[in-house]
């Protein structure tokens, strides 16, 4: 049995380790409040844009890319949204695991967002070749540099991690430019035309403006969810982290009782011993 | 083109990802996109712009003091009376 002292030492490690665990529990508990309410703001604000933009439907797959459809030489892109650090559980392991199962090295490229999805890839050896931190979301999540690098590509597939309550959080992909040309597709909003209405500077203008942004707001919207995903996660992992450090509080304080129980009777036999023998010697000196 | 609704007052919102500027009735809403500075009152055409970085100004009520803010893109539309403003994206 070890010795009472070094359970005590262990056991005040695991209290500190408990005390940080319920620490970023509540951290990861405001997150993800904070986080949601953004989520439900900018998705507000998102579907009102979309209103006004499916008004004027145009096909955002002919404007946003380089190359034309149909390209035999086009490669495709996965963009994965990661967290930019660990501690939120196992929800970027899952997410590279699922990317994984899709990625063919000889037809996509992957671009990444975020360092532990980075890290993620470089532990199974895959390449990407372009990765980009993820921004602080307190402010609204600037994504043209990623628009940027994706303009090469024909078909644009994300990668990213869906809230869906504190307890379930998926792992979803989406073709971008199909999903927006979709969305622009079944809008129940009258069309805008150049007949009835004013478009300054002009249409087409508007329209390259418009697909622009929509496709980066459709990416800042995947990264906010992501972000309230791995805020989720993190807040799930640190409550199982606390659980199990009650546990083994548990557990050691009851290996520390046995062990001062084991060692007050170990110091009491010794003396019973040593009286005993002290008895009997002065017995035999009599 | 549709005849203008000068009767009907003008409806405006204002937001951008995550802040609602304003939203409400309005009488005139400044702005400026490519062509220049422009004014939107009630009863405007149906219009649709891209605009420039600067500022927007809200006119709500007489006597009251005007919404204004800066905003580093946006986009405005026109429909009905109803004025949508999109900015910082």
């Known amino acids: 049995m070890r010795r009472a002292s070094a359970i005590e030492k262990e056991t005040e490690e695991i209290t500190t380790v408990k005390d940080l665990t319920a620490v970023f529990e509540s951290l990861a508990s405001t997150q993800v409040a904070k986080v949601k309410t953004k989520v439900e703001l900018s998705k507000s604000f998102f579907e009102l844009l979309w209103k006004r933009y499916s008004s004027i439907r145009v096909d955002p797959a002919t404007r ?189 304080m009851l290996e520390f009782h046995r062990a001062k129980r084991s060692e007050s009777d170990r110091r009491l036999r010794e003396v019973l011993i040593s009286l005993k023998k002290k008895r009997k010697a002065a017995g035999e000196a009599q | 083109m549709k005849q203008p609704d000068t009767t009907a007052p003008l409806n405006v919102i204002a937001r951008s990802p995550f802040n609602v500027y304003y939203e409400g009735p309005a009488q005139v809403l400044s702005a400026v996109n490519r062509v220049g500075p422009f004014d939107i009152l009630s009863g405007h055409a149906d219009f649709f712009s891209v605009l420039r970085p600067g500022e927007i100004v809200i006119e709500t009520k007489d006597g009251i003091e005007p919404v204004s803010f800066m905003i580093n893109n946006g986009i405005i539309t026109v429909r009905d009376n109803e004025v949508l403003l999109f900015v910082d994206m």
Do not use: C
């Not at chain 1, 930019?84 to 699922?98: F, K, N, W």
């Not at chain 1, 996509?108 to 979301?137: M, N």
């Open chain 1, 64 to 252: 946003i890319t380089n190359r034309a459809l149909g390209d035999k030489d086009a490669r495709q892109v996965f963009v994965v949204i990661s967290a930019e650090a660990g501690l939120s559980g196992d929800i970027d392991q899952r997410l590279v695991g699922t990317m994984q199962k899709d990625y063919d090295p000889g037809t996509t490229d992957i671009i990444v967002l975020g360092s532990h999805g980075a890290s993620q890839l470089s532990q199974r050896g895959i390449s990407y070749v372009r990765f980009f931190k993820i921004p602080e979301s307190d402010e609204y999540i600037d994504v043209t540099p990623v628009i940027e690098a994706l303009k090469p590509y024909t078909k644009i597939v994300v990668y990213y991690e869906e809230y869906v309550s504190l307890g379930v959080q998926n792992i979803r992909s989406i073709d971008l430019i199909s999903s927006v040309r979709d969305m622009s597709e079944n809008a129940d909003e009258d069309t805008m035309t150049a007949e009835d209405t004013i478009f300054e500077p002009s249409l087409d203008d508007i329209a390259d403006e418009m697909e622009v942004t929509m496709m980066r707001l459709a990416l800042s919207q995947t990264i906010l969810e992501s972000s309230l995903a791995q805020s989720a996660s993190r807040f799930n992992a640190m409550a199982v982290a606390k659980k199990r450090a009650n546990e083994l509080i548990g557990d050691f």
